[in-house]
């Protein structure tokens, strides 16, 4: 009964901003108390398969990754993308292609993936119970009924592709709000290419803190507290960045991760206290051109992780840094400008739209090609990573993967478009024939989930889906249905993979 209060209790309390200020020591404890989840996942889904390290500051799956696979002599150039994988394992995401996602993520040798999230709500209250009803009965035949968090479902697919694939998550969910999606960070790295490496912050903190039992500081969340930092600004955030190091040849890098807050609070209070702490001002119109009342918050977290850059290039050894991040800012926003202007050993990259739209036409019935806002970028110190390469202008190259064309079209031709153009512009969509069998195909396998999937409630197993009828026609709609229209175009895409896609960069090693 404690371990599942405990796990609860961690995410109802994990969130940020001034109104909902925690601790050094309330954050240490939830760390702890948020363990407890990576030891069950450990205990119930990976067993002795791989090796995990549950820290306070990191999770760490398939740890001795690294020292089985690892070639100091890597074959092929590191490959560093930025993912937002939104949401893989919640139940609003529930008709994610866990194998596409790991097909995509397989491109690369290391990516800095946002929105990676454990199980929540009544998946969370059925793991509990199915814990309590194993060790009650010993009856161990149940742990396969155990709803595994979808970062570990990308895992387990990842390493059928590369033994090697492992990850490193940040130690618990962080959200600007309680009722808000508690999100976690995570680096899948390659491990026969790229391995973690002590990251010298970390390993400042764990001394500091007289962490004794600490493994290998690898990685965790930065002090972004007085005395390291100018100000207490931990709680200016909404998720906190997360920060970790690696090694690949002779080239090592810090990466820092993030999650930048999209809507930013409307509270004068709150909008008057961010405004103060990353700008030095009271309000955000005195900030500069570009930045409003939507993008005042955003450009806040970015200014207060790129103080925190500043400072790791000025107190450690290591100057291959990069911030890597769902940033929620366009690059064309004037602000922009002056930001970079204030630290200006970084340097902004990637102008490429990044996210997806359901919509096949914008304004002036003009092709989208399915893509949209530009809000994924990464940020890098223009006085090192040499090892980058860089495009016309000096800058290092980013490159972004698209859903539309070679392996990742021919999976979506092969499993689940199903659409073809008619002449007719009142219905402009039909399904094909190939599609209509297609659609028969998928129907039969989500069928088949739906009847075989269990949950506990009041201590029985029973059906998780009462209606599965109904289950199947949303589903339906959801993927298929929803193809025929100009409106809901290429909405598909984010059911089954995401609503981002991923960049990438590379460097010699």
């Known amino acids: 009964m404690g371990s599942k209060l405990i796990i609860i209790l961690a995410f109802l309390t994990s969130y940020s901003f001034v109104a909902h200020a925690i601790s050094v020591e309330r954050e240490q404890e939830l760390n702890q108390e948020f363990k407890a989840y990576c030891d069950q996942v ?37 490959k560093i993308a930025n993912y937002n994988l939104l949401h893989p394992g919640s139940n609003k995401n529930s008709y994610k292609d866990i194998a596409l996602v790991a097909q995509i993520i397989n491109e690369y040798d290391l990516v800095s ?37 979808g970062y570990i479902l990308i895992l387990e697919e990842l390493r059928k592709l590369d033994p090697s694939w492992a990850l490193i998550t940040s130690p618990r969910g962080e959200a600007s709000s309680p009722s808000s999606v508690h999100e976690m960070l995570g680096f899948f790295y390659r491990a026969s290419i790229v391995r973690p490496k002590e990251t ?8 500091k803190n007289d962490r004794e ?34 090694e690949s040849g002779e080239y090592d890098f810090t990466i820092m991760n993030a999650h930048v807050i999209f809507t930013s609070p409307k509270d004068e209070e709150t909008m008057s206290w961010i405004s103060n702490l990353a700008f030095g001002v009271d309000d955000y119109s005195q900030v500069g051109t570009g930045v409003t009342k939507e993008t005042y918050a955003r450009f806040a977290e970015v200014r207060l992780t790129l103080e925190m850059l500043e400072i790791f290039s000025k107190n450690y050894k ?17 602000y922009w400008q002056t930001l970079m202007g204030d630290f200006n050993s970084f340097t902004l990259i990637s102008e490429l739209p990044t996210s997806l739209t359901n919509y096949r036409y914008g304004r002036g019935d003009v092709e989208t090609n399915g893509f949209s806002s530009n809000y994924d970028h990464f940020i890098y110190n223009n006085k090192a990573n040499k090892n980058c390469i860089t495009d016309k202008s000096g800058k290092i190259e980013v490159t972004r993967q698209s859903y539309f064309e070679d392996h990742v079209d021919e999976w979506m031709r092969e499993n689940y478009l199903a659409r073809e153009e008619t002449s007719d512009a009142d ?10 069998k297609i659609m028969e195909r998928k129907l039969q396998e989500h069928r088949q989930f739906l009847e ?10 029973v059906a998780q889906f009462e209606d599965v009828e109904k289950e199947l026609e949303i589903y339906k709609r959801r993927v298929f249905d929803e193809q025929l229209s100009d409106f809901t175009y290429y909405k598909l895409y984010r059911e089954l993979i995401s609503d981002h896609f991923p960049i990438s960069i590379t460097c010699k090693n």
């Open 113 to 149: 993936a946002q929105e990676l999230i454990p199980r929540l709500g009544n998946d969370m209250r059925h793991n509990n119970d199915l814990v309590d009803m194993i060790e009650d009965t010993k009856n161990y035949d149940l742990e396969k009924l155990y709803k595994i968090p």
């Open 200 to 207: 010298e912050h970390c390993s400042e903190l764990a001394t």
């Open 427 to 436: 219905e402009p969509y039909r399904f094909s024939s190939k599609g209509k």
């Open 213 to 246: 039992d600490a493994n290998t500081s690898f990685a965790c969340y930065p002090l972004f507290r007085a005395p390291f930092f100018r100000v207490d600004a931990a709680d200016g955030f909404s998720r906190k960045p997360f920060v970790s190091s690696f």
């Open 42 to 78: 450990s205990k119930y889904v990976i067993k002795n398969r791989y090796s995990v390290t549950c820290d306070t500051d990191y999770h760490h799956y398939n740890s001795r990754a690294a020292l089985n696979h690892y070639n100091s002599n890597p074959d092929h150039d590191i």
């Open 452 to 461: 075989e999937s269990r949950i506990i409630v009041d201590g029985k197993i």
């Open 318 to 334: 290591e100057q291959d840094l990069f911030f890597s991040a769902d940033m929620n800012l366009e690059s064309k926003i004037s």
